[in-house]
């Protein structure tokens, strides 16, 4: 059980309020550190990809003034194909991620267990760097020596930069895919609906806009939650960054369509 609400130190940070701080770190939580966003990255970044690509499928296609049906056609086939993709791309480079983490562990547990007064040098010596004595480096490093498996965890973040989060590929795959799936569906629903309700065909594009552009606002004030900025700054980039995706394919559907 740790003594601190990671959540409510953050919201504290940003308000700049001391007793919130306090109160944050009075708290009891049975949750390690950053374990409520665990998975918010794949889901953040798998919504964008989504919706971005296929809106840009549509865009393209709407420049090049072609039937509705080829945008469900190529939306659709974007949707399945592209969502795969970077499931399966988030799979393996999580995966890969865990194997390099685990590899740099053993070795360096195995360093601490064979040449132990090496790893203490070179923890003093990081510690130095960072402006503490060597006297209190020393008494750091010799306290710390007493328990291995802090020693190595230390040892991860300080001389590697290693933070091990141990995410599961396959979770993280199938937030990644789940998230480009639903998001990537919005520039795609008035189009659907056009099949259903009469009158509305000649909106479609019109209606995808606002919803593509609304759904792009709130993924980029989630990402702030990632990346640590203004929940409203970020939203207006990713407004900005699809638009121009967006705009780039309609011209390049128009001159291809001309």
């Not at 308000?15 to 966003?37: L, Y």
């Not at 040892?155 to 789940?178: C, Q, R, W, Y």
Request: charged fraction near 20%; hydrophobic fraction near 45%; aromatic fraction near 10%.
């Amino acid at each position: 059980m740790l003594s601190k609400n990671l959540d409510k130190a953050k919201q504290a940070f940003k308000n700049k309020n001391i007793e919130e701080t306090k109160r944050a770190h009075d708290a009891k939580v049975h949750e390690p550190h950053g374990a409520s966003g665990k998975y918010i990255k794949s889901f953040v970044y798998g919504g964008l990809d989504g919706v971005i690509t296929t809106f840009a499928v549509v865009a393209g296609v709407a420049g090049a003034s072609l039937a509705a049906k080829i945008v469900l056609i190529l939306g659709f086939a974007n949707l399945v194909a592209d969502g795969i993709s970077m499931a399966i791309g988030d799979y393996l480079s999580t995966r890969a991620e865990n194997d390099y983490n685990r590899a740099e562990r053993e070795r360096e547990a195995w360093e601490v267990e064979n040449y132990p007064q090496g790893e203490k040098k070179e923890m003093i010596e990081l510690y130095q760097e960072k402006g503490i004595s060597e006297e209190d480096a020393r008494q750091v490093v010799e306290i710390l020596s007493k328990h291995k498996e802090a020693w190595v965890d230390v040892m991860m973040k300080e001389e590697l930069g290693i933070i091990e989060d141990n995410h599961s590929p396959a979770k993280n795959a199938l937030v990644t895919f789940i998230a480009f799936a639903v998001f990537g569906f919005v520039p795609l629903l008035t189009y659907v609906t056009a099949n259903f309700v009469p009158g509305i065909g000649p909106y479609s594009f019109l209606t995808a806009c606002v919803l593509t552009g609304t759904t792009l606002f709130l993924l980029g004030a989630l990402k702030s939650r990632v990346v640590g900025t203004k929940w409203y700054r970020s939203g207006i980039e990713m407004l900005l960054v699809g638009g121009i995706a967006a705009v780039v394919a309609y011209i390049v559907g128009v001159i291809l369509g001309g």
